[in-house]
T-cell receptor, first 116, second 114 residues
């Protein structure tokens, strides 16, 4: 059982380049989230999705877009990367609140992105 | 969102119990108390959660004050592998705000010494 898998694990971008981060979960979770974590800080929510085909903005959405065309995948896009987007990005997933089972969130191992 | 307050850092000796405090004086009736931890260079992982009653699992225990304005995560015997940042998070499960996303603060950095 792989859990939450993030691709790639590391990436260096030049300012203005674009890229897509992929998050895949194999637990049939309804909810998925993208966070960023800057040095010495907690995680901040970028975008989230409560189901296939739905996305919404979190705390720091500017400069990012997301898509959830399939339930198991949640993509985070940077259209024109900026140095301020240098960070570690974490994806997470969980069952829907109200589910009979535990709704703990499962996190990926992170993607370390550097924009130069 | 209701806020939590945790000490920036704590230190413990290996094989000693550790009590990590969290204050949440503005907690609402539908806020669950969640604890996650983040080991170095890894994503956060779930530790435990509760609503009103004390909770135990294989990783830790959660003691919740009677008025729910504070809680304590208890690691019964700290190991070197328990060195991590511990986050106390309130999750409002009565309101679909941000898809029930976890709102992380800075947490408590736990140092475990041999």
């Amino acid at each position: 059982n792989a859990g939450v898998t993030q691709t790639p694990k590391f990436r260096v971008l030049k300012t203005g380049q674009s890229m897509t981060l992929l998050c895949a979960q194999d637990m049939n979770h309804e909810y998925m989230y993208w966070y960023r974590q800057d040095p010495g800080m907690g995680l901040r929510l970028i975008h989230y999705s409560v189901g296939e085909g739905t996305t919404a903005k979190g705390e720091v959405p500017d400069g990012y877009n997301v898509s959830r065309l399939k339930k198991q995948n949640f993509l985070l896009g940077l259209e024109s990367a900026a140095p301020s987007q240098t960070s570690v990005y974490f994806c997470a997933s969980s069952l829907a609140v109200g589910h009979l089972m535990n709704t703990e969130a499962f996190f990926g191992q992170g993607t370390r992105l550097t924009v130069v | 969102d209701a806020k939590t307050t945790q000490p920036n850092s704590m230190e413990s000796n290996e094989e000693e119990p550790v009590h990590l405090p969290c204050n949440h004086s503005t907690i609402s009736g539908t806020d669950y108390i969640h604890w996650y931890r983040q080991l170095p260079s890894q994503g956060p992982e779930y530790v435990i959660h509760g609503l009103t009653s004390n909770v135990n699992n294989r990783m830790a225990s959660l003691a919740i004050a009677e008025d729910r304005k504070s809680s304590t995560l208890i690691l019964h015997r700290a190991t070197l592998r328990d060195a991590a940042v511990y986050y106390c998070i309130l999750r409002d499960e009565g309101l679909s705000n941000s898809g029930y996303a976890l709102n992380f603060g800075k947490g408590t950095s736990l140092l475990v010494t041999p």
